[in-house]
């Protein structure tokens, strides 16, 4: 499957998978839960994921933490949110060690994605996954699974980010803005909540993430769109 | 669970009442918060609905409203709501608005009674409501809330770490990019201790050594060191550190008996702050905001007027805490304007609703949100055009008066010009003052320019704030549109000259009493908030601060390059000198005025004086050459 411009038939994809997967996990996953186009974003069960990796390139690099948030737009509770440090295979860069304040040694007594996927599954299913830039979340997670159960990973996401260009870069107004030579509005994650008054926030710890862009999202939505807005319309 | 990371425990842990609680009951409300974004305009709370939380104000702020629909309380950043009615089990009676984009904790009533029932102290926050407010100002007065206040209350950034094998010359930049004026220097265990804490991935560290400004300068000076060294061998390893619940006090006489100005602050064994002797020093002063708070919880002029001495006190701690003019004017102009706000609503109260809607508007340096603490009162009422005087006047007049004799009362002096809402001029529905303004702009007279360099700036207080828009709706349109009325301002604006010759030659003020002394306002910052005034208005600005209107200006080709940029200086250092001129007439006892001996004036400042002078003697110069008295045939328009 590739993500283009195309947007996937999602429930058909998840329907499809649960009945073709020969990993007893991930039929489970696959099976949970009824996501479909036309529900209220209000309405639906959300689960904030954020991934902090060695690099960007998901064949090259590996995961070195991650944080869940399940929330809806009514309420995110903090205390169910999770939070897993892992052994990457390769090895840990120096910048990749500067940029998360995690060190060689902490990362060497970490477990490994294999031992944690039954919790993290447990974590997404039945819920829509909101994220800060898909690609990477996407990516890395399809290929840790398939690494481990040969099989990979794929879900419909919210992307704040992508509502936030959607908002920022491609409106008429943005246009304008560009085409006068006016700076772009960022639509990285700490740039983007500012626009919404939202607290600033340490960067770079995976679960600080998670709560900062499922709060994103819950101020996008408020913003920008309704609660009656089916997911359909959100989702990629 | 790893709740310890997001942030919430710390914030929490900054505002009353949650700042007193021990670490086990902060942590249990920390552990259960829920959150949720509201966009501003939404209702939080409607009358009638049940409470089932305590609500939190992460972010934002919100308005409350009494039963008749009344504003009833602002509350903002660490504030709580919800608790009155969640006490007595009840819905809820007062409803609540947001005001800005708000991000609210919730704390589940659950949660909320379990601490209430282990913690007196905080229960008795909750229950005693918005008397606690008054409480804590009184407090506040003598020391004894240094014994009572957490050490954690005081820290508002984590403290910047690095490993004992940091390269010195690293460790410096990290110091200069963070303006951290230390560091804690950690190592890692191989196994958890007494000594060690956890981090947040979960590995054991341990806190090994401190290295501040002071360290590097001394061991510098030395000589000798290589910017390769690892911090391990510069740093000091003498760590004097301070539990997070242990009060300020105890960690002031740390800081007295072991000689050190950094104290690591930590949470159990986790380091989570560094105090700094100056956030004790600071943590003292009597901030602008409890005075405000305590200003909307009088009920009658005679105890407005007792706060009034600590105005005075909390300009003067806010001047020696190194705030600067921007600062000092926007807290000095919060305070005057409340105490309007509140004498308006102590008049309603006594008078009853007004007949018909109006806004009360402050002229002059209070609108330009840049008073000093010797500023007298301007205003003026804008009435809606169904004001019908026979009918209406008595009441409006009688407004004007409580709310202007209340001011005297809080030491703002009746203004010497009557510009006043109790003179009947200037007591009028919007379409004659519509009329004023008209007529000002576009027929200039020798009395309306008097009047100018107060009614062009203006700002509403209190009632239907659309009445004094549209009145500076009026003078954005029509004002870049009257050259005659700009070359009329300008003259104007040069009629009070900067002293170029007043460490030469003594250019005193001729009234006899401060012979020799200068008026820092009139020679000083009035012609230069004059000069800026003329350009905002050729240029269409709506802002009334002088800074804000040379931003706007700023986006012209108005001025010539780095003209703006040194008007600014010039204005901010006259104001600074102004104001630190006052705060030390208030600590000698003295009445505060604007006149500043020279023999008061650091020889280093004098150099500074005289160039802010000049800067406003060219940005006089080019005034009149900029706007020009058109011909006469043009003035008729």
């Known amino acids: 499957m590739r993500f283009g411009e195309q947007r996937p038939d999602w429930p058909e994809y998840l329907a499809g998978r649960a009945n073709q997967t020969r990993n007893r996990k991930l039929a489970d996953y696959f099976s949970t839960g ?38 809806t737009l009514e309420r995110i509770r903090v205390s169910d949110g999770r939070y897993w440090v892992l052994s990457p295979r390769r090895a840990l860069s120096d910048e990749s060690v500067a940029f998360h304040h995690i060190t060689h040694t902490e990362v060497a007594q970490a477990p490994d994605f294999a031992a944690i996927i039954d919790e993290l599954l447990a974590c997404l299913k039945g819920r829509l996954v909101v994220v800060h830039y898909r690609q990477l979340e996407r990516s890395f997670i399809d290929a840790a699974v398939r690494e481990r159960l040969g099989e990979g990973l794929l879900f419909p996401v919210i992307d704040t980010m992508s509502l936030e260009a959607r908002i920022h870069r491609q409106s008429w107004w943005a246009r304008l803005r560009r085409w006068a030579g006016r700076p772009v509005a960022s639509i990285r994650l700490h740039e983007s909540r500012l626009r919404y008054n939202l607290p600033a926030y340490t960067g770079h710890h995976a679960l600080v993430d998670a709560l900062a862009t499922a709060e994103l999202l819950q101020a996008q939505i408020a913003r920008h769109y309704r609660w009656e807005t089916p997911v359909g319309e959100l989702w990629r | 669970m790893n709740v310890e990371q997001l942030d919430i425990r710390d914030h929490l842990a900054r505002y009353a009442p949650f700042d007193s609680l021990p670490d086990a009951l902060l942590d249990r409300i920390a552990e259960g918060i829920e959150v949720r974004y509201f966009q501003a305009g939404t209702d939080l709370l409607v009358k009638d609905q049940a409470v089932e939380e305590l609500w939190y104000i992460r972010s934002g702020a919100v308005e409350m409203f009494q039963r008749s629909g009344r504003l ?12 009155s009615d969640l006490l007595r089990n009840r819905r809820v009676r007062y409803p609540v608005r947001a005001l800005e984009d708000t991000l609210i904790y919730f704390i589940p009533a659950a949660i909320f009674d379990e601490v209430c029932e282990q913690d007196d102290d905080f229960a008795e926050f909750f229950d005693t409501g918005g008397r606690r407010l008054k409480a804590t100002v009184e407090q506040h007065r003598d020391d004894s809330d240094m014994m009572s206040t957490r050490v954690r209350k005081l820290i508002d950034r984590p403290p910047e770490m690095v490993d004992v094998d940091t390269p010195l010359q690293t460790a410096a930049q990290r110091m200069r990019d963070t303006n951290a004026t230390s560091l804690l220097v950690l190592d890692t265990a191989m196994e958890a201790s007494a000594r060690t804490f956890t981090d947040r991935d979960g590995h054991n560290r341990q806190l090994v050594g401190i290295l501040t400004d002071r360290d590097f300068c001394a061991r510098m000076a030395a000589g000798g060191l290589s910017p390769d060294v690892p911090v391990g061998e510069v740093m000091s390893r003498r760590v004097i550190v301070v539990q997070s619940d242990e009060t300020v006090h105890e960690a002031m006489l740390s800081m007295l008996r072991n000689q050190v100005h950094h104290l690591p602050v930590l949470h159990r064994r986790q380091p989570i702050g560094v105090l700094h002797i100056s956030d004790i020093v600071r943590y003292e002063t009597p901030t602008s905001l409890f005075l405000v708070n305590n200003i909307f919880l009088q009920n009658d002029i005679d105890q407005l007027a007792r706060l009034s001495g600590e105005v005075r006190t909390a300009f003067a701690r806010m001047v020696a805490d190194g705030a600067n003019s921007e600062m000092v004017g926007r807290s000095l ?95 009028q529905p919007l379409a004659v003052w519509k009329r004023y303004f008209t007529e000002w702009m576009d027929e200039p007279n020798p009395e309306s320019l008097l009047h100018s360099s107060i009614f062009f700036d203006l700002a509403a207080v209190h009632g239907d704030e659309p009445l004094v828009e549209a009145l500076q709706d ?22 009070r000259t900067p002293p170029l010759g007043f460490f030469r030659t003594f250019v005193m003020e001729q009234d006899g009493k401060h012979r020799k002394s200068i008026n820092l306002k009139r020679r000083g910052t009035a012609p230069l908030v004059d000069l800026v005034r003329v350009h905002a208005l050729a240029c269409g600005s709506k802002a009334q601060n002088t800074f804000a209107r040379l931003d706007d200006i700023a986006r012209t080709r108005l001025l010539a390059d780095g003209v703006n940029d040194r008007l600014r200086y010039a204005f901010e250092f006259l104001s600074m000198v102004r104001i630190r001129h006052q705060a030390h007439d208030i600590e000698q006892g003295d009445e505060a005025d604007n006149n500043v001996e020279p023999e008061n004036i650091a020889s280093r400042e004098r150099h500074h004086l005289k160039d802010a002078f000049e800067v406003i003697s060219h940005a006089q110069k080019f005034l009149g050459f900029r706007y020009p008295m058109p011909s006469k045939t043009k003035k008729a328009r």
């Not at chain 1, 064949?59 to 070195?64: A, E, F, K, N, Q």
């Not at chain 2, 009833?72 to 608790?83: A, I, S």
């Not at chain 2, 304007?337 to 109006?358: C, D, K, M, N, Q």
């Not at chain 2, 003078?475 to 604006?493: G, Q």
Request: glycine share 8%; net charge negative.
């Open chain 1, 34 to 71: 009824s996501l479909s186009a036309d529900m209220a974003i209000g309405e639906a069960p959300l689960v904030a994921l954020d991934l902090e990796t060695t690099g960007l390139d998901a064949t090259r690099h590996d995961i070195v933490s991650i944080g869940v948030m399940p929330f």
């Open chain 2, 333 to 427: 102009a919060t305070i005057g304007r409340s105490f309007t706000h509140r004498l308006i609503e102590l008049a309603e109260a006594e008078l009853g609703p007004p007949p018909v809607p109006y806004c009360f508007m402050v002229l002059g340096s209070m609108a330009r949100d840049e008073p000093t603490i010797t500023a007298d009162q301007d205003n003026a009422l804008v009435l809606d055009d169904r004001f019908d005087p026979e009918q209406h006047d008595a009441y409006f007049a009688a407004l004007a008066k409580f709310v202007s004799d209340g001011l005297a009362a809080c030491r703002y002096p009746y203004c010497k010009g009557d510009v006043m809402a109790t003179n009947p001029r200037w007591r």
């Open chain 2, 72 to 83: 009833f309380n602002r509350l903002g950043e660490g504030d709580v709501f919800g608790y």
């Open chain 2, 474 to 495: 009026l003078i954005a349109e029509l004002a870049p549109k009257r050259p005659y009325f700009l070359a009329a301002m300008a003259r104007n604006a040069l009629g």
